[in-house]
């Protein structure tokens, strides 16, 4: 296996120093590798993929993307990172048109480039396009999703990170947006992803990490870990011990 | 009558050039700054110390009080509006900013005020002073109506402004940022943006109409330490009415609140006129808290 | 008695007279972190509530009702307790943000209405002759001033005790619970924007309660005793004593009103006549200074918030 | 509780740390206390007032001192703000033994002091400058205790002389613009009175607050009714504001201006060119051997004349309190008080103000001879409520320079109250 495209070793993180949410957690995602990270709640999911994007402060442990260190790096330098961020909620700007949202992801690249890029991403997305010029909160759920993966990768990242993609979604748009990755990780790009829904999360990754109070439970190869009773075992249990 | 409603828009667009800058701080940088009147007051007095030193009264241009002198020192006073605006963020406000309670920050900015207000004070001291001594008589439009040119240029100035601004915010990667920075700080930065950059932005664009705006209304009035502070209260009923954050809501927002004023002296006694900004306020606040067109961001938690 | 205890009492009314508007500030901002622009206002509402309903009835007012001084400074309190209901009802679920900028106007909205409305307030003559609370029975004016420090320093060792029993209770835990995580304490089941009114009223009231003491002990009161800057000097009292402390309440009112008069005292004596005129810009910054300095270096002020009130919630 | 026990020894020592000069060396110095707002709204005039009660002093000393002892001034600033200017009075009763205190300018400033300092405390005090009527209401009502004067007089008698002047112009129809202050009000009142009853109209009354920026809605509000000439009662610089904008919306130049705006800051910043037909009241008497001596010694002293509104009554506020104190010989409130109307009333000899002057008196009390001073604003004699009534002058504005226009002596003005009183 060559060197993991992203390293997060042993990381400890929190919004204050003295109540850390994850405890010494630790991830790796290969090149043009779908990974994702199922737990129950307030298992540290989404403070994971945030301290990655330099959103919650580390206070130990590192995380490096293709053999730099990138740990607490400032969030605006993510692109330079070549990771792209697509958080829950909130992901885009609901006041900006979408023409405005794709030329916000835009912004780190030259003018020209970017006009090129965005306009790729209309071909690659005609429902953006026929709303180009309105403004993103006459989007639903789903379209809001896809400008966001579309504003993402308009860097062309090397690592995508998504959390909870699926969430409010009709199972129809679901598989829809699964599809979409699975054929973004066939064109080279990494993905990491924060999913609430196991089975179609261990359905479609290459490989799972079950994290539970913020510390690694379980990882493997999804196919096995897809028919793992422990999984199920980690929700239960974590439940029941959290009362 | 008519004269009412001519002074009504012009102390409403001087209220506009000020409630603007208000605004777009309090919306993009999420804080009431209450020291944003002493933006205006510096500037209006940071051009007078140019004219003072420089001492050069090229005359006046056409039908105005002013001259280039004027001009100039204004473009001054924005530079060293904008340096002032600076300089309290970095010393003060970035580092509150972090603290727990987010209206730490507009407390500091209440002292930062008095501060402010009191140094201008110190330098300038207290009276009351004039760019020119020379008065400026108002022309006669119509029965009813008299005009002083400096109102006329004062209204076209913000007109141009206020344009200007909205194609900066519209059109530049600069604008969009504004705007975006004013919804989610986060994405943004997401969106690999420097916010830093975008904050000093808009202290340096905030900061410099105020100074114009502090020329303006001290080109109207008399200059005194307490002339921004004054400006307070419309400044924030412009800016709320019209929608925090919203540079088009503030203009008119402001002119609400200048008319709102000046027929407010037909009905009540002019005594109680400082008060009619409140009223619009509160009114504002219990009707429609998100202002009449609505802001970057909503006035509910 | 000698001068110097003289002054001392009479310094000691008008600092601990000040002590009670700052614990009410302190319920405010200390305990719930509510920004209160407009300290005056209620102060003011007070100490003219007091005046009209106390004061004797002269041709040209409207009140001058002459009843006693304590329904008087009861009704004063009734009075800024409206005003604070009109301003927090109005602010109640919109961001802290608008409650300063509305306490900040209805602070000079009620000076205009002290200017103005001169049937009711005096306008700008003020309202003379304002009893004050048994004056006859002591013979000399140090007597009085001894009695009427007693009567203060009483009514703020009452609001003091008052107020840390409050902030013990449920219901002080809860301002606590809600100012640390608003969120957390909405999910229990309390309504956090209501408990946030009750501690802005009640603050409030505090202050109209200072302003019919102030009244009280002056005897006269006037448009010109509620200027903006009395609200910047009650905050650095506040701050510089360390907010969320009661004890850091006091302290600071004695402490930064005793700055003050000194600073005055010392400007009258060291400055030459020709930059007298600088000297109170010079107060005023030195106050204004103490603010900022103390917010960035020492944010819990001189006395910290009291551990004992976060013992409970934690 | 103990907190607050400990803070008031706490305070106690900063007091006594920080105050030990004034305790030990005032073994012979007898401290004249004022209280003036050198900052603040009025600050303008408050510097020059404050000059000339030091001009007295000095002048006092130069003559020997008095009571046996050097006097020193010892001036506090109010800021314009009450609770400074009672803490400021309170500190020069207390801790300066001050049995004097002069001042203070606005009666906002000075009723409080009164009530709350100088009167419970027994020491006599004297403004140059509070034109209030709520002081001889108190007075009538006994709550001065006699402690009280003032060297100006009230407003009443201002506006029946206005009222005649703008008569004698020929205006028929006023507008009144005056400073929402005791001073303007009452003055307002009091013109308006007269006005009307001498057969003329007043348009408008518009108050304005003070420290405005701009004064361009009541000044709006002040030109209906369409008036043939405006009376202003303000003070310096918000008047010059208020008469700007008046001017630059095409106002009438028929000026009348109140006693408070005889001030060179005041032409300058409104144009002398617009003054030219404007005239303005004070009052003090500018002829007379005794108003002579004051005007010389401000001349020599300062360079210019005195001109500005309460530079002569504020001289004579501190002269009648030292003569008071050299006759009573000692530096006790009361006696001081009862002092007061020896040295200004009756048969005794004239004394003008000076060195001189003050030497002449100090002989003549310690011969035990009766005196009667007369002032920079000519002879004074306090009534029971220690009101003045006194002369005025009429003044204009000429070649960019205050100039004065006639004179109105105390018949002259009694004359026209009864006048008008019939």
Not at chain 2, 66 to 77: E, K
Not at chain 2, 180 to 190: F, H, M, T, W, Y
Not at chain 3, 23 to 42: D, E, H, I, R, S
Not at chain 3, 239 to 252: C, E, L, Q
């Amino acid at each position: 296996m060559t060197t993991a495209l992203l390293q997060v070793s042993d990381i400890t993180a929190g919004y204050r120093p003295d109540l850390p949410i994850l405890h010494g957690v630790s991830v790796s995602v290969s090149e043009a590798e779908m990974v994702t990270i199922i737990g129950p709640n307030g298992a540290g999911k989404s403070t994971l993929v945030k301290a990655i994007a330099g959103l919650v402060p580390i206070s130990s442990g590192t995380v490096s993307v293709a053999g730099s260190n990138v740990t607490n790096l400032l969030t605006h330098k993510l692109a330079t990172a070549s990771i792209a961020y697509v958080p829950q909620t909130a992901n885009v700007f609901t006041t900006l048109t979408i023409d405005e949202n794709l030329k916000l992801g835009a912004s780190t690249l030259s003018k020209a480039e970017g006009a090129r890029r965005i306009a790729m991403a209309y071909d690659n997305f005609p429902v953006l396009q026929k709303y180009r010029s309105h403004k993103a909160k006459v989007l639903s759920g789903g379209q809001r999703q896809t400008l966001a993966v579309a504003r993402a990768l308009l860097t062309e990242p090397r690592l995508l990170m998504l959390d909870e993609p699926s969430a409010g979604l009709s199972p129809l748009m679901v598989s829809e947006v699964f599809e979409r990755l699975k054929s973004l990780v066939s064109t080279g790009v990494a993905i990491l992803m924060v999913e609430q829904n196991v089975k179609a999360a261990l359905a479609i990754s290459d490989r799972t990490y079950v994290l539970a109070e913020g510390r690694n439970r379980i990882d493997g190869p999804s196919s096995e870990l897809a028919g793992d009773s422990q999984v199920a075992t980690i929700y239960l249990g974590a439940g029941g011990r959290k009362r | 009558m008519l004269q009412a409603l001519a002074d009504g828009i012009l102390t409403g667009s001087i209220i506009a050039l000020g409630a603007i800058g208000l605004t777009l701080t309090m919306g993009i940088l999420r804080f009431a700054n209450f020291a944003h009147a002493e933006l205006i007051t510096w500037g209006a007095y940071m051009a007078l110390g140019v004219l003072a030193i420089t001492g050069v009264f090229a005359g006046p241009i056409g039908p105005f009080s002013f001259g280039l002198p004027l001009i100039l020192a204004t473009l001054v006073a924005a530079v060293l509006t904008a340096a002032l605006a600076l300089v309290v963020d970095y010393l003060v406000f970035r580092p509150l900013r972090s603290h727990t309670n987010h209206m730490t920050v507009v407390f500091s900015s209440f002292g930062v005020s008095l501060l402010v207000r009191m140094v201008i004070l110190l330098i300038f001291g207290g009276s009351a002073e004039y760019y020119s001594d020379e008065l400026q008589i108002a022309v006669r439009l119509m029965p009813g109506l008299r005009v002083m040119p400096d109102h006329l240029f004062t209204l076209g100035l913000t007109l141009v402004i206020v344009i200007a601004l909205h194609f900066f915010l519209q059109r530049t990667r600069l604008g969009l940022s504004m705007r975006a920075l004013a919804e989610n700080p986060d994405l943004v930065r997401i969106n690999g943006i420097d916010t830093r950059t975008v904050v000093r932005w808009t202290w340096i664009i905030g900061a410099a109409l105020a100074a114009v705006a502090g020329v303006l209304y001290g080109m109207t009035v008399q200059l005194r330490p307490e002339i921004g502070f004054q400006l307070l209260l419309p400044l924030f009923a412009a800016a709320i009415l019209g929608g925090v954050g919203n540079v088009f809501g503030a203009v008119v927002g402001g002119l609400i609140v200048g008319l709102a004023e000046s027929f407010s002296v037909l009905f009540i006694p002019a005594g109680y006129k400082m008060a009619v900004p409140f009223i619009i306020l509160l009114a504002v606040l219990y009707v429609r808290p998100s202002g009449l067109f609505g802001g970057m961001r909503g006035g509910a938690k | 008695m000698s001068g110097y205890i003289a002054y001392l009492v009479f310094f000691l009314i008008v600092a601990l007279t000040y002590s009670i508007v700052v614990m009410g500030l302190n319920l405010q901002w200390g305990f719930t972190g509510l920004f209160n622009a407009g300290v005056v206002g209620f102060f003011a509402i007070g100490a003219y509530g007091t005046a009209v309903l106390t004061g004797p009835d002269r041709a040209e007012l409207i009140g001058g009702f002459g009843l006693p001084f304590p329904v008087g400074v009861i009704g004063g309190m009734i009075l800024s307790t409206l005003a604070a209901l009109v301003v927090g009802l109005a602010t109640l679920r919109l961001r802290e943000e608008y409650l300063a900028i509305s306490t900040f106007g209805i602070a000079i909205s009620i000076q205009l209405v002290a200017l103005n409305f001169d049937t009711l307030t005096g306008g700008a003559q003020g309202l003379t002759g304002i009893p004050r609370p048994l004056f006859a029975t002591f013979g000399s004016p140090g007597a009085y001033n001894l009695f009427y420090l007693g009567l203060v320093a009483t009514v703020a060792a009452v609001v003091y005790f008052g107020l840390q029993a409050a902030l013990h209770s449920p219901w002080g835990r809860l301002l606590k619970a809600i100012r640390e995580d608003e969120t957390a304490a909405a999910s229990l089941g309390k309504n956090p924007a209501m408990v946030r009114l009750q501690a802005f009223v009640l603050g409030s009231t505090l202050m109209g309660l200072a302003g019919g003491l102030y009244v009280g002990f002056i005897g006269y009161v006037s448009p010109m005793d509620f200027l903006p800057i009395l609200t910047f000097q009650i905050w650095a009292m506040l701050i510089v004593g360390g907010s969320g402390n009661n004890r850091g309440a006091i302290v600071g009112a004695v402490g930064v009103w005793a700055l003050w008069t000194m600073s005055g005292f010392a400007i009258s004596r060291l400055l030459p006549v020709e930059y007298q005129s600088q000297g109170g810009a010079i107060q005023v910054i030195i106050i204004g200074l103490l603010i900022v300095l103390t917010l960035l270096f020492r944010p819990r002020g001189l006395i910290g918030e009291a551990q004992s009130v976060s013992r409970h919630v934690s | 509780m103990k907190k607050m026990l400990l803070s008031s020894v706490f305070g106690l020592g900063l007091m006594a740390g920080a105050m030990p000069a004034a305790a030990q060396t005032a073994s012979c110095e007898i401290p004249v206390g004022a209280v003036l707002s050198i900052t603040g709204s009025i600050a303008a005039i408050g510097k020059a007032i404050g000059d000339a009660g030091q001009l007295a002093v000095d002048q006092f000393n130069e003559a020997g001192g008095v009571a046996g002892c050097t006097a020193k001034y010892v001036l506090r600033d109010d800021q314009g703000s009450p609770n400074v200017g009672v803490d400021a009075a309170k500190t020069l009763v207390e801790i300066e033994k001050a049995p004097i205190v002069l001042g203070a300018i606005q009666s906002g400033v000075t009723m409080p002091i009164l009530t709350s300092v100088t009167v419970p405390g027994k020491v006599v005090q004297i403004s140059c400058c509070s034109s209030a009527p709520s002081f001889t209401q108190l007075a009538q009502e006994g709550g001065t205790d006699g402690y009280w004067f003032r060297t100006l007089p009230t407003d009443r008698p201002q506006g029946v002389v206005m009222a005649n002047i703008a008569k004698a112009k020929d205006y028929k129809k006023i507008a009144v613009i005056y400073v929402n202050s005791d001073y303007g009000v009452s003055l307002a009142r009091s013109f308006k009175a007269s006005f009307e009853k001498l057969g003329g109209t007043v348009t408008s009354m518009t108050a304005y607050n003070q420290e405005q920026a701009s004064y361009r809605a009541e000044v709006n509000s002040a030109m209906q009714g369409d008036p043939d000439s405006l009376f202003l009662i303000a003070f310096p610089a918000d008047g010059a504001t208020a008469l700007r904008e008046w001017i630059s919306f095409g106002g009438t130049q028929n000026l009348l201006l109140s006693n408070a705006l005889r001030a060179d800051e005041f032409v300058k910043s409104v144009g002398a060119k617009f003054l030219t037909n404007a005239v303005g009241i004070d009052n003090a008497q500018t002829e007379g051997p005794s108003v002579e001596a004051f005007n010389k010694a401000w001349e020599a002293k300062f360079g210019q004349a005195p001109n500005g509104p309460g530079l002569h009554t504020m001289y004579d506020a501190a002269a009648v309190a030292l003569l008071a104190m050299e006759k009573a010989g000692k530096p006790d409130g009361t006696a001081i008080r009862d002092n007061i109307r020896e040295i200004t009333q009756g048969d005794g000899e004239v004394i003008y103000p000076g060195p001189e002057g003050f030497k002449k008196a100090k002989e003549l009390i310690k011969a035990g001879k009766p005196i009667r001073y007369e002032g920079a604003t000519g002879p004074i004699s306090f009534d029971a409520n220690g009101d003045v009534t006194g002369p005025y002058l009429i003044w204009g504005v000429a070649d960019g320079k205050l100039t004065t226009v006639e004179t109105w002596d105390k018949m002259r003005v009694a004359d026209a109250i009864a006048e008008l009183d019939k």
